[in-house]
């Protein structure tokens, strides 16, 4: 029996078709989005059409969507496109997240309310732009959906099945109005950021259908990325994910709320009715793409460069805030290059300077779980960056525990195929697929590993006074 998961990312559309009881892939296809931080969401479904073309789909008893999470997608009364959608990486509503922490007293309100404190990723906060900034297309809205709800909408409008938005708790978790602590929309949040009421999604429970096809495909609640690629990966408590893509993410499952007050921490939920504490950064990969760009060499040349520099660079550090931040939340910040001396002024001190800023910006996600009592017994390392031997190697002495890399998969769309796989059992629990490793790494020089993450915390101390707890 195949089933199918679908990962529509900020890039691109990736579809998986699966056998359902072990997760083998059977087939696998992709099509490309288009670039920007406010794209069309028509363009989700054109790419969909593409990926699944020539028949992918055939004999597929059930379907997912993970999609990037956080996005705004507005329709007026006759359920049509208000406007395009705005990503998550869209900074533009900085302001309005600000306006909103205030307005209802703070950090620790916005905790105890839905367990985050709003940044401009958040869905909330773009319907305060929206309104702010756009008031005949706000004034237009009627409903808002994030970018996997549309899709799931949209596959079963195509098959004649749809009965109105869905959503999941792991994705609604993501808007700034739908608690994960009492598993309802918060209205009154809602109603505050937007200035009115407008229409929400029904969240569907983490193994129910979303709805079916005329000619019988189960379409699953789907899920936001994140969630789908914890349960594509199957992790545990006490498994730590970090995502290595173009921007970063540092996530595990939890069973209770975290309820962090700094708001480092985002309380989302999962999957399968935990919670999925979570960090993201802005900058991961691309700072690597960066480096290899000022030392005119290639990624597989800047990852031989890093390899020839001690742990630490030397003493050189490296702030990777190229384009901002949002882990710590400095939206405006930029990067910063300290303690350069005549003995690390070398090519291979620079390269492991911008390896080792990128993990020791995630390495502070990874202390802000463990200051809300959450561990890392492991890291898993997942994106593209996580093929390269030195980030392997560097990561395992900054973060101090044992690395597993997972084989190179599309654990969002897995996830999703996984998910999908659930609702069609019945079951109580996911079906156990296994997930392939590629390598394990323990640390060989940790003491040096947590001198090199201090001395990166004292220098965001030193030019960012106040952005990261102790």
């Known amino acids: 029996m195949l089933v199918a998961g679908v990962d529509s990312s900020t890039q691109s559309c990736k579809i998986v078709v699966c056998d359902a009881a072990t997760g083998r892939i059977v087939r696998e296809a992709r099509a490309s989005h288009p670039d ?21 789909l055939d004999d597929v008893k059930a379907i997912a969507v993970g999609g990037q999470q956080h996005g705004m997608v507005t329709l007026d009364e006759a359920d049509e496109l208000v406007r395009d959608a705005m990503l998550w990486n869209d900074t533009s509503s900085a302001p309005q997240a600000a306006q909103l922490v205030q307005e209802l ?18 869905t909330g906060t773009k319907l305060r732009w929206l309104a702010d900034q756009e008031p005949d297309n706000a004034a237009r809205t009627r409903t808002v959906v994030l970018p996997h709800d549309w899709l799931t909408g949209r596959i079963l409008k195509d098959g004649n099945g749809f009965d109105g938005w869905t959503t999941d708790r792991g994705d609604a978790s993501g808007t700034a109005y739908w608690s994960p602590v009492t598993g309802e929309y918060r209205g009154d949040l809602l109603k505050r950021a937007f200035g009115r009421e407008v229409q929400v999604p029904r969240v569907v429970g983490p193994s129910e259908a979303a709805g079916h096809t005329a000619d019988g495909m189960l379409v699953a ?26 921007s970063g993410a ?35 990969a691309r700072i690597l793409v960066a480096a290899a760009g000022t030392l005119d060499v290639d990624l597989a040349g800047l990852d031989a460069l890093a ?38 002024s070398t090519p ?39 093929a390269a031997g030195t980030v392997r190697s560097a990561a395992a002495d900054i973060f101090g525990v044992p690395i597993l890399v997972p084989q190179p998969g599309e654990y969002v769309a897995l996830g999703a195929a996984r998910q999908a ?37 004292d220098l965001v101390d030193a030019t960012h006074p106040g952005a990261v707890a102790r």
């Open 36 to 56: 920007g931080t406010q794209v069309s969401a028509d363009s989700w479904w054109a790419a969909f059409q593409e990926a699944r073309a020539g028949g992918l």
């Open 105 to 122: 007293g703070g950090a620790p309100a916005w905790v105890d309310a839905v367990d985050l404190v709003p940044v401009a990723s958040f």
């Open 221 to 246: 609640a789907g899920t936001g990325d994140n969630a789908a690629a914890a349960l594509g990966l199957a992790i545990e408590p006490g498994d730590v994910v970090v995502s290595l893509g173009t």
């Open 250 to 284: 540092v996530f595990t499952v939890h069973d209770r709320p975290v309820g962090d007050v700094t708001g480092a921490v985002a309380g989302f939920a999962d999957a399968t009715g935990r919670h999925l504490p979570l960090l993201a950064t802005l900058n991961a």
């Open 348 to 386: 291979a001190h620079l390269a492991r300077a911008y390896v080792e800023g990128m993990l020791c910006n995630l390495k502070g996600c990874i202390d802000a779980l463990a200051r809300n009592d959450i561990h890392a017994r492991r890291v898993l390392l997942i994106g593209g960056a996580a």
């Open 421 to 457: 796989a659930w609702a069609l059992s019945g079951d109580a629990t996911p079906p156990e697929w296994e997930v392939p490793v590629a390598a394990t790494v323990e640390p060989s020089d940790p003491d040096a590993g947590a001198v090199a993450a201090g001395r990166y915390r």
């Open 307 to 344: 390899g020839q520099a001690p742990t630490g660079a030397g003493g050189l550090t490296l702030l990777p805030y190229f384009d901002g931040e949002r882990t710590p939340n400095l939206p405006t910040a930029r990067g910063t290059l300290a303690g350069i001396t005549r003995a690390n």
